[in-house]
C-alpha cells in the first residue's frame, strides 16, 4: 500500500475534526428533553448504569480492536519472505481461559448493577402525590388521587417530591416517557403499570408519548411543570375552585364580552368535553380541564405556545391547522365569536 503523503494525513486530519465539530454543535443545538441530563434520582440511577455500560464497552472495543490492529501490522506478511508461512499456533489453555471468564466477570457485575439499579426504580416512596395516568389516543389523561383534580396533557407537579404514577391506557399501547425524569413506561389496556420519580429542580420538562400508537402519536405530547410546594397547592386550588378568579374588567372588550363568550361557550357545547370554570355543566374530561387556561404558556398539550389571548384564538377557530390530527374539532366560529369566548376564557388565570 502506498503511505499517505502528509498533506492528505494532515487534510484528512482537519476533515474528521470538523466532522466531530459539527455533530458536537448538533447535539448542543438538539433541544432538552435528553435522557442524559438526569433531574430525578430515577432517571439518574438509569443514567449512571447508561454510562457504566458504556465506558465497559468502549475500554472492551478498544483493547479487541487495539490487539487486532497491533497483530495485523506486526505479523503482516512482508519481504524479504513474501511466501514464507509464519509459524502455526493451535490452542493456548490459559489464554483461552483467560477470555471466558473475564467477559463472564463482567457480564455478572453489569446484572448485579441492573439489578441494583432496578432495585432503586422500584422503591417507591411510601408518600407522595399520586397521580393516575390515562393514555388514550392520542392525549394524557392526569388524575390527581388525592385532590381529584383531572387534566389533559398538563401535569404540575411539586418539585422535590415524590410522584407516584399508576400508568394505563384506554384503547392501545401508548408509553410514557419524561426523558429528564424517569425511563419510558408502556401504558397498557387493561393493566396498571407503577413508576415513581421526582423533580430536582423547578422548571418545565417535556414528555411524549414513546410508543406508536396511530395517526396522532407526534402530537401525543405533554408538560411536566415543577413548582414549589406552595404554588402546588394553589395550583391544584384554582384547578378545583376552576382559578375563578375572574378579572373580567381587565379583558380586552370588558365583562360585557366576558358575558357574551361564556353563553357561547355553553351553546357550542364545549363542556360535554372541557370542565370549564364558572360554565354550568360544563364538566367534560375528554379536553382539557380549562381553569387557568389563560395563564398556560403552552396550549394544545404543548404544542401552540400561548402567548396570549391572540394565540388562544388562533387555536379555537381552526385547531387542526395548528395542530394535524387533534381531538379539538374546527366549529366554524366567527371572528366575533371567537373573540368573545376568548375574553371568557382570558378571565380563567
Ligand atoms: Cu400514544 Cu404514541
Not at 384564538?313 to 376568548?342: F, N
Amino acid at each position: 500500500m502506498h503511505r499517505l503523503r502528509p498533506v492528505t494525513r494532515r487534510l484528512l486530519g482537519a476533515a474528521s475534526l470538523a466532522g466531530l465539530s459539527s455533530v458536537a454543535t448538533a447535539a448542543s443545538a438538539w433541544a432538552a428533553p435528553w435522557p442524559l441530563d438526569p433531574s430525578s434520582p430515577t432517571s439518574r440511577a438509569i443514567s449512571e448504569l447508561f454510562w457504566l455500560t458504556l465506558i465497559i464497552a468502549a475500554i472492551v472495543f478498544l483493547l479487541v480492536e487495539g490487539l487486532l490492529i497491533f497483530s495485523s501490522l506486526r505479523f503482516r506478511r512482508r519481504s524479504p519472505h513474501p511466501t514464507q508461512e509464519p509459524p502455526q499456533i493451535h490452542g493456548n489453555t490459559r489464554l483461552e481461559v483467560m477470555w471466558a471468564i473475564v467477559p463472564a466477570l463482567i457480564l455478572i457485575g453489569l446484572y448485579g448493577m441492573s439489578v441494583r439499579t432496578l432495585g432503586v426504580l422500584n422503591d417507591t416512596p411510601s408518600s407522595g402525590v399520586h397521580v393516575q395516568v390515562t393514555a388514550q389516543q392520542f392525549q394524557w389523561n392526569f388524575s390527581y388521587t388525592d385532590s381529584g383534580v383531572q387534566t389533559v396533557n398538563d401535569l404540575h407537579i411539586p418539585a422535590g417530591v415524590p410522584i407516584i404514577f399508576d400508568v394505563t391506557s384506554k384503547d392501545v399501547i401508548h408509553s410514557f416517557w419524561v426523558p429528564e425524569l424517569h425511563g419510558k413506561i408502556d401504558a397498557n389496556p387493561g393493566r396498571v403499570n407503577h413508576i415513581w420519580f421526582q423533580a430536582d429542580k423547578l422548571g418545565e420538562y417535556r414528555g411524549a408519548c414513546a410508543e406508536l400508537c396511530g395517526p396522532g402519536h407526534a402530537g401525543m405530547l405533554f408538560t411536566v411543570t415543577a413548582v414549589s410546594q406552595s404554588d402546588f397547592d394553589q395550583w391544584l386550588q384554582s384547578q378545583k375552585s376552576g382559578g375563578a378568579t375572574a378579572a373580567s374588567g381587565q379583558v380586552a372588550g370588558g365583562a360585557a364580552a366576558a358575558d357574551a363568550g361564556k353563553q357561547l361557550i355553553a351553546q357550542k357545547g364545549c363542556g360535554s368535553c372541557h370542565m370549564i370554570p364558572g360554565v354550568s355543566g360544563a364538566v367534560g374530561t375528554v379536553g382539557p380541564n380549562l381553569g387557568g387556561v389563560a395563564g398556560r404558556t403552552k396550549i394544545a398539550g404543548g404544542a401552540v405556545s400561548n402567548a396570549g389571548p391572540d394565540d388562544l384564538k388562533k387555536w379555537i377557530v381552526d385547531p387542526p391547522s395548528l395542530k394535524p390530527g387533534t381531538a379539538m374539532p374546527k366549529l366554524g366560529l366567527t371572528d366575533d365569536e371567537a373573540t368573545k369566548i376568548v375574553a371568557y376564557l382570558e378571565t380563567l388565570k
